[in-house]
């Protein structure tokens, strides 16, 4: 049976109005009077894992590759790439938390000159690839998708070295 979500303004008015809704609460998806024991436990902080953890480095990346797809045709090719990474990511951490990536403000870029940019680019998918396989020792889901993560990391960064 669910709980009542927290997101009720009011719980005492739900409670109320569902057991007028739903007289027998034997058969309720919902749970309308206190839990057993009195009290509702606290809810459990999720701890911070390798999908968040990736999620914080895409958006460093991402800020990376916005900045050189701004100066040169191949940095929007690399970024599409890595938004394209970026979006798996974010739909894994839609599916397991129902919510969506907030999203982290970035350090502007603007100011580093093309070929740092560029091997700082380089570094940080590095960088992506040893959190990506850590995440995929972490269980199923990153076993779902590291690999593919890991092999459009080694893409990107064996297409910077050509570049160079």
């Keep these: ?21 739903m007289p027998d609460q034997t058969l ?12 509702r436990p606290p809810k459990p902080t999720p701890e ?5 953890e990736l999620l914080e480095a895409l958006d460093v990346g991402l800020g990376l590759a916005g900045e050189l797809s ?3 045709a191949q940095g929007r090719a690399l970024w599409e790439s890595m938004n394209k990474s970026a979006a798996r ?7 397991r938390t129902g919510r969506r990536w907030p999203g982290r403000s970035v350090p502007p870029s603007a100011g580093i000159e ?9 570094l940080w998918e590095m960088g992506f690839s040893r959190l990506c396989r850590k995440l995929e020792r972490e269980g199923e889901e990153g076993e779902d998708l590291a690999p593919g993560l890991i092999e459009a990391s080694r893409r990107r960064r064996e297409w910077m070295r050509r570049m160079i």
Aim: charged letters at 30%; zero cysteines; aromatic letters at 10%.
């Design 89 to 95: 990511v974010r739909s894994g951490w839609f599916l």
């Design 1 to 21: 049976m669910k709980d009542i979500p927290d997101l009720v303004p009011d719980a005492e008015v739900f409670r109320r109005v569902w057991a007028r809704v």
């Design 28 to 39: 309720s998806p919902v749970v309308v009077g206190p839990p057993p024991g009195g009290a």
């Design 48 to 52: 911070r894992d390798g999908l968040e």
């Design 70 to 72: 701004r100066r040169t």
């Design 114 to 122: 093309t070929g740092r940019l560029f091997r700082e680019l380089y």
